[in-house]
């Protein structure tokens, strides 16, 4: 072999390895979800296996990604999001936390399903003590199936979590070619890839042929400005949430009491309203210790202080909350305190 080619040979390795060197760093933690999902058949979209594949294989799937950061994953789940746990949740969050003060990772992309993929990205929005990306991300097709949108959700994600412009946006869900803040963002469709979204406030950006734009950023506190701690935290307090309806009573206020509930979210009607048979239950509840929270299956709207009765009750407000995103934050709130007050002081900050 001639010199220039063996300088040439030696040489080529070193400038992948500088190249490699000058890329932000991003860490993939997978939970499992319909973006891991598998079937025998490609036109299957709703009868697979959630959770089925491993992070690296969804990482091999988008060598794209490559390109813009360099990218390992952990498995820390491999479950389909429907049976989310509190586990999960602490362990999930003490990892994120963990990777984003080593001062070598830019940002941590979180696969997960869609079930409750808003619910998680709010936890975390709420827990992470950093300003550096967060961005959750799913797929509504499973790995398997024709135009799965799971590898360029994927890549998207990737691209949002080492864009300057995210930082300090709170955590993020990055779907669809939509960027969407945890605050808001609910789940709107039960199997459409444009399923995402904040249906009153909107979205806070898009990926635009693969740039990250963002047109807002909510005014709420979040990660960095997080008085929430969960570092220490073995466990979360229990908080169920009570859907109202027609005929409604106080039978299910009474079952989460019994229970152990240590707070109650009430999905009203309306602007959080309370059926006439069912607010003794609550009353009961709050004379035990159980902080109550009003809130609405209304999907729009603040739910604000309503009726003298329910304020003179006790009865908290959850503003512009769903009934499952105040439940995360109540039972982030009882982690520090009982006091009314300084709960919707919480409340109306976060």
Do not use: C
């Not at 799913?138 to 300057?164: C, E, F, H, Q, Y």
């Not at 009153?200 to 506190?221: A, H, P, W």
């Not at 990660?223 to 109202?244: H, M, W």
């Amino acid at each position: 072999m001639k010199l220039s080619h063996l300088i040439l040979s030696a040489l080529i390795p070193l400038s992948f390895s500088v190249v490699a060197a000058d890329l932000p760093q991003v860490k993939i933690l997978a939970t499992g979800g319909t973006i891991a999902g598998s079937s025998a058949s490609k036109t299957d979209v709703t009868g697979y296996k959630a959770g089925e594949l491993a992070i690296q294989t969804l990482i091999d799937a988008v060598p794209e990604m490559k390109d813009i950061a360099v990218v390992s994953g952990e498995q820390v789940a491999k479950i389909g999001s429907n049976d989310m746990t509190n586990d999960v949740w602490l362990k999930l969050a003490k990892r994120v936390n963990e990777l984003l003060a080593d001062p070598k990772v830019s940002g941590v992309v979180i696969t997960h399903g869609t079930d409750t993929l808003e619910e998680t990205a709010y936890f975390l929005n709420l827990v992470t003590h950093s300003d550096k990306p967060v961005v959750l991300v799913g797929a509504m097709r499973p790995a398997t199936a024709i135009s799965a949108d799971g590898p360029m959700n994927l890549l998207n994600a990737v691209r949002v979590a080492v864009a300057p412009e995210a930082k300090g946006k709170g955590v993020l869900v990055a779907l669809n070619d939509e960027i969407n803040g945890a605050r808001d963002v609910t789940k709107t469709n039960t199997t459409n890839v444009a399923t995402f979204k904040a249906p009153e406030l909107g979205f806070l950006g898009y990926l635009e042929g693969g740039k990250v734009n963002f047109y807002r950023q909510s005014t709420k506190r979040h990660t960095k400005n997080s008085e929430f701690d969960v570092s220490n935290l073995q466990e979360l307090p229990r908080v169920d949430i009570i859907y109202s309806h027609v005929n409604d009573d106080r039978v299910m206020a009474d079952a989460a009491v019994k229970a152990g509930a240590k707070g109650i979210v009430h999905a009203g009607t309306g602007n959080g309203s309370i059926h006439k048979d069912a607010e003794p239950g609550l009353v009961d509840a709050v004379k035990k210790g159980v902080v109550v929270m009003r809130s609405a299956r209304v999907q729009n709207g603040p739910t604000t202080p309503a009726s003298q009765s329910w304020i003179d009750e006790g009865f908290l407000n959850s503003g512009t909350l769903s009934p499952q995103k105040a439940r995360i934050l109540l039972q982030l709130a009882l982690t520090k305190t009982k006091d009314p007050k300084e709960i919707q002081r919480m409340f109306n900050e976060y």
